[in-house]
């Protein structure tokens, strides 16, 4: 038996393809939704466009949009009950990404839809999961820090109400549209991690929250999500650009990972690093500390020369973040509150043309073993 898969394991699947899809495309230096360009979307759209576009395969019309944000504005705001219970779990000393993993589950219980798992349901708690994911990663913000939980205005975007609730005060025109961009660059990214894991998941029949669930587990991990908030925190302890250099040479040297750099897919460059590179250029500087800007792209080049190693979506998307305010343990978070919209769309695309997900093994273990009785095991 062992022969059989010995020829087809490809250890982290790299170069499997696991299925067919029409959401996002990557070819190339390339990414695409639906067939447009993440430039195009990013220079012309929204991201309650975006999304709606990659859950229906089509721009809306003016009407059409209208309705989706009226319907995402119905269900922004968090259950009461919810929220009084989400107090009663532990938010100080415990990862954001933890806590957000288990509260989303907790939302299962306060939705009557969960357990259906008819495509007009899903198309419902997709949009409940998208339009509540703000709410409930500044609803943490506000609990550890002992503040009410803020509710979202209506007629505002989803970025519009993240900043709102974050921080309590109407959020400057600008800063919406920067933090409205980052959420349309991290909507989705074709069979990532975390897309793969919503994917699995569904793929068993389970519902829509369980598949959610799986992706923000898979999202924490520091080789995918968990990278943006790793690389603010590497940066914060280089702290100056002349040590940014000998910083990046002696991990490349002791072979310890740069965060924010390399890719599975893209080998020549992230397209969304060139877009996240210039907002932190023009950020970084306005907050009167362009040293971190001028860190990464020091870091930028010698990883390139070193290993010939391109930044990835994480890199220039963590000085983005921090030049406007955001704590750093929320970049993770941010990124759920963006992909919630991939996810359903994997979601959606995975339940219309379902085949459970069930890999083989490649057996390395050992054969033959006779049962032995407890009193006989040395
Ligand atoms: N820093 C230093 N070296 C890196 C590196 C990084 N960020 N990313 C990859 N490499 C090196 C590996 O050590 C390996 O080197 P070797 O051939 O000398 O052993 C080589 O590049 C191939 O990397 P590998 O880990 O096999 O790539 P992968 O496709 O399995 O993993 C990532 C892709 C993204 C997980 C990986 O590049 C990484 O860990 N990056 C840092 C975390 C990160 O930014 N994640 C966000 C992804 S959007």
Known sequence: MAEIYEGALDKGLEGVVACSTAVSSIMDVTLCYRGYTIEDIAENSTFEETTYLLWNDKLP???ELADFNREINTYATLDPQLVNILKTIP???VHPMAWLRTAVS???????EAQDNSPEANKRKGLRLLAKMGSLV?????IRNDKPVINPRNEKSLAWNFL??????EPDAEL???????????ADHELNCSAFATRVTASSLSDMYSAIVSAIGALKGPLHGGANEQVMLMLKKIGTLEKAKAFVKDALANKEKVMGFGHRVYKNGDPRAAILRKMSQLLTQR??????????AMMDDVVQAEKGLLPNVDFYSATVYYSMGIPIDLYTPIFAVSRISGWVAHAFE?????????PRGHWIGRQGLKYTSIENRK
Request: hydrophobic share 35%; proline share 2%.
């Open 61 to 63: 019309t003016k009407n």
């Open 91 to 93: 938010s100080k000393n």
């Open 106 to 112: 907790l939302a299962a219980h306060f939705d009557n």
């Open 138 to 142: 500044t609803a943490f913000e506000n």
């Open 164 to 169: 709102y609730m974050m921080t309590g005060k």
């Open 176 to 186: 919406v549209k920067v933090f409205d961009m980052c959420l349309i660059l991290h």
């Open 287 to 296: 907050m009167g500390e362009p040293h971190w800007y001028e860190m990464s």
């Open 350 to 358: 995975q339940y219309a043309n379902n085949r459970i997900y069930r």
